[in-house]
């Protein structure tokens, strides 16, 4: 893999894709990266990045020797961007691997880099954005003889793209908008599109409004050339219209090494310039409004992603949200003139209810305890997700799911999907003493009646439970993910324990982490949530047991299991579960017990100053996000697991895979996509 640029830390959009793009071949293939590195500062990721790429070729690029490289090109009839972006030192590291080792493919992300794959090993082109329109894009807000250089560049970048796109075997682009510049100039490229994404976890809603003053937030590298432009742009022309209404506004311009341009905005009043930031979590929590007013750029802008996942209302240029797949007054605010701009972000400013709007709904509850909803916006026809764990506290979270749905079906939505990714009352799913309820088969009738239509969740305590339902069952597994995560540790000597309940799946488990299974036998003592355990089936003794089960409650079956094991000679102990229900002291008895390690997803919110020392928290919301995405496209959801390493991989890429139909427009008549969160 060949990249233009060191890909660690990934705190920029390009630094970002090539990290995970490297990060996912490296887990289960040898690959070489080789990269140049342009700031010294980056000199210290090597060693980060060799923890997770041993085999890394890389060169210094020293900028006024690439300056000068690159004129040079330019004037003798070449480009800008190759000759800048030419190291003879890496050209000679990857010429000596190939010709002693050999690859098997290349994988280039960058224009810049194609001159340094071997003509004689396969090209997986990864162009990301078409360089040479942006060059175009720069021609226009630049004078003359300046523009002439840009404009002169472009061309001539342009007719390397379409070379280089005739050689690949395949080219990737990040939005259909660019797939379709390429193919404009270079209609025999093979081509593919796959969207850049960003890890929703870490940038998660805030919970609280902002404080006084009123913030609104720029993010990005700020000595990059759109960025430069569009706060340049927002404090000339937008900002002013803004305090004409809020004079109290303060204007955050955060990311690293801001030009001398944007340090000079940093003196004016209200506008604060932050230069490199280790978390910039804590400003878009101080911000009510995030902005991206970019007259020039390609692609997707990781900056409105990361307002629309923190819980921000957007406002952004046409071009800033073209290649974000929503709907403008509905997921972002769209206004391409610095009066519609201004007065998009004074009314989100003044008003707290409708940044909350954006697609959102209203959800609380009286004195009398009674639930109250309404939604924000119109339903009819639509297809609504409505994402509601029923975890604690249950009751509500199960009432507040059925009025949800009454809410839309009163709505005329089109159709309501209920993403319940913890489905509770799930062990009431059998009479097995005289007068007591099937409560699981309560549930499923409760939401049918409601008026859902379909239902999609993970791991049911029993599979039978599907059967409980009139209405379509979707039942996703966190079984991969979860052996996958063990698989990385590399762990020696591998036995998966798990009850009879939980074999099934275990077994798979067990399969693909090629190990051995063993089952624990107990029974349940009365209608407490208390276990008894009887007997370990199979040989533990001096192996790591991976303990594996749906959900992990009061913890009481697992710390008898744990006791078991340790008495039968297991020499470390993992435990493995789809929710992580940890009720009273479970957590406190886990710290004090001889696991190693828990690992559960999140289905279920850890509970609040909860101990994580040993618990490890791994996303499933890549995995919701392709089956709700696949449920509204008509496609099928069983595919997500006909190939392991598909599912897996694929959401190693934080949503930014895509399959062969992303590259298309969805049909004309395909209704739009709604998405509520009853609960954060």
């Known amino acids: 893999m060949l990249a233009h640029r060191i890909p660690y830390p990934p705190h920029t959009g390009d630094k970002t894709r090539a990290f995970h793009i490297a990060r996912h071949l490296s887990r289960r293939h040898d690959l070489t990266l080789g990269f140049l590195v342009d700031d010294e500062r980056d000199l210290g990721g090597v060693d980060a990045l060799r923890r997770l790429v041993p085999d890394l070729l890389f060169d210094r690029l020293r900028k006024p020797v690439s300056l000068a490289r690159g004129v040079a090109g330019l004037v003798r009839g070449g480009t800008v961007t190759l000759p800048y972006f030419y190291s003879r030192g890496l050209a000679r590291q990857v010429e000596c691997r190939s010709r002693e080792e050999g690859f098997d493919v290349v994988y280039v992300s960058s224009t810049a880099m194609a001159q340094y794959a071997p003509a004689d090993v396969p090209l997986v082109m990864d ?3 078409v360089d040479s329109d942006k060059w175009r894009q720069y021609a226009e807000h630049r004078r003359a003889p300046v523009s002439w250089l840009y404009r002169t560049e472009g061309r001539r970048l342009q007719s390397c793209e379409g070379e280089i796109a005739r050689r690949a075997r395949v080219s990737l682009l990040a939005t259909d908008v660019e797939e379709q510049q390429l193919r404009s100039f270079a209609s025999w490229a093979h081509t593919a599109v796959i969207p850049n994404g960003i890890d929703s976890v870490y940038y998660a809603p805030q919970l609280e409004e902002p ?22 742009h927002f404090c000339a022309d937008i900002l002013p219209l803004v305090r004409r209404e809020v004079p109290e506004i303060v204007f955050y311009i955060v990311g690293l090494n801001p030009s001398a341009d944007v340090r000079r905005l940093g003196e004016r009043s209200g506008v604060v310039v932050t230069g490199a930031v280790p978390d910039v979590r804590p400003y878009y929590a101080r911000a009510a409004v995030c902005v991206a ?35 403008p007054g509905l997921h972002f605010e769209v206004a391409e003139f610095a009066a519609d701009f201004a007065s998009h972000v004074v009314r989100l400013l003044q008003r707290p209810e409708t940044r909350r709007e954006l697609g959102r709904a209203e959800v609380f509850e009286f004195a009398n305890e009674n639930i109250f909803v309404k939604i924000e916006d119109n339903a009819r026809d639509r297809d609504v997700f409505i994402i509601q764990p029923t975890c604690s506290p249950v009751q509500k979270s199960i009432m507040e799911l059925l009025i949800m749905i009454d809410a839309f079906k009163r709505a005329s939505a089109g159709r309501i999907t209920a993403v319940m990714p913890y489905y509770a009352y799930g062990r009431s799913d059998k009479k097995d003493q005289p007068r007591v309820p099937i409560t699981a088969r309560l549930v499923a009738d409760m939401l049918t009646v409601a008026g859902a239509d379909r239902v999609l969740t993970m791991d049911l305590h029993q ?10 069952v979707d039942e996703l597994t966190a079984v991969n993910i979860l052996s996958r995560y063990i698989r990385e540790k590399n762990l020696d000597d591998i036995v998966v324990v798990s009850e009879l309940g939980f074999a099934k799946k275990a077994r798979n488990f067990a399969e693909i982490l090629q190990a051995p299974l063993a089952i624990v036998e107990k029974r349940r003592v009365g209608n407490e949530d208390k276990t008894e355990l009887m007997n370990i089936i199979g040989e533990v003794a001096g192996k790591t047991a991976v303990i594996i089960d749906d959900e992990i409650d009061t913890a009481g079956s697992l710390l008898e299991a744990v006791s078991a094991l340790v008495a039968e000679g297991a020499t470390a102990i993992y435990s493995c579960a789809t929710h992580g229900v940890f009720s009273d002291k479970s957590l406190e008895h886990i710290e004090a017990s001889p696991i190693t390690e828990v690992i559960v997803t999140d289905t279920i919110p850890l509970p609040a100053g909860a101990n994580r020392e040993k618990v490890t928290v791994l996303s499933i919301a890549p995995l919701f996000g392709e089956a709700i995405k696949r449920i509204h496209r008509g496609e099928s959801v069983g595919a997500l697991f006909s190939s392991e390493v598909q599912l897996v991989e694929e959401m190693t890429f934080w949503g930014s895979h895509a399959d062969d139909e992303e590259a298309q427009e969805p049909p004309a008549a395909e209704p739009p996509l709604r998405t509520a969160c009853c609960r954060s």
């Open 211 to 232: 404080s006084e003053p009123a913030g609104v937030i720029f993010t990005g590298a700020m000595d990059y050339l759109p960025n430069i432009d569009a706060v340049q």
């Open 463 to 472: 599979g039978q439970i599907q059967g409980f339902f009139s209405i379509p």
């Open 127 to 129: 162009f990301v954005d």
């Open 293 to 327: 007013p970019l007259r020039i750029g390609r692609g997707i802008q990781n900056k409105v992603l990361q307002g629309m996942a923190m819980g921000l209302p957007v406002v952004a240029s046409p071009l800033a949200a073209r290649g974000v797949r929503g709907e």
